[in-house]
């Protein structure tokens, strides 16, 4: 029997669909597209950081076929320095760990495919930043949103799959208007799902027949984000509310 914490992530997972395939105009032979992510080295700031501000110099085009092939980043190990007589990125993270590439069907990034290896960071997820991540170009106040990450048994790789999505997703669905900066933390567990906006839901490589709520976004409110805090370790058993806001929740 199917509980209520997993109808309520099938909801999100199948919203998300329904957003993505919007951006087609409901009709299939779209291109589908990748954007291409070249790091050196990984943390969370510079990575959650780097993710907005590429995600922010996308063009509208560029946004709506890349939301259409669900924010699809192929992600290789390389050092950015070693690349800018090569490829021309849009984005380089300020500490030069990452190189974002604009989202382009996978012929127009053979180069570096071919010149790069697939990304694997086998050492654990490092401690959440101590400061607020700011916002691209935020003309919001001194206001939070919280983005909170259950990080057992998360490898590095999976933690910037999923965060990239939310964040990215977020950002095109102006979700994150309201707000200056983003607070990240790192849970020992799923939160109880209360209070939260946006959420990133995938199966669970544990268990494939389940979803997993993978990164857990909470808006800017008149309480503020962190009402919730002592609630947040608890485990999300069968109790979990949800607050949809405009757009649909991240898969």
Known sequence: MTTPFQQLL??????????AL?????????PRVAAVAVVRDFTPASFAHSALAFAHLLAPEQRALW???????????????????????????????????????????????RM????????????????????PCSTASAALARLDI?????????????????????LFDGLLIDASAIRIRHLSRTPVL???DRLRVAPDPAFPHLLRAYACLALPTD?????????AESQTDDTCYFRPSAGPCSR
């Open 10 to 19: 099938h909801a999100e997972h199948t919203r998300r669909a329904a957003r």
């Open 22 to 30: 919007a951006d087609t105009g409901g009709v299939g032979g779209v």
């Open 67 to 113: 939301y259409a092939s669900f924010t699809r980043t192929v992600y290789l190990a390389g050092d950015p320095h070693n690349l800018r007589f090569r490829q021309s990125p849009i984005h380089v993270s300020d500490n030069g760990e990452i190189a974002w590439f604009a989202p382009f069907p996978r012929p127009e990034h053979e180069v570096l495919l």
């Open 116 to 135: 790069l290896r697939p990304f694997q960071a086998p050492h654990r997820i490092g401690a959440a930043p101590t400061d607020p991540v700011p916002l």
């Open 150 to 170: 259950p990080t057992a048994n998360l490898s590095i790789l999976d933690y910037a799959v999923h965060v990239n999505h939310l964040l990215a997703e977020s």
């Open 194 to 196: 209360i209070g939260y």
């Open 223 to 231: 309480a503020g984000t962190d009402d919730q805090s002592e609630q």
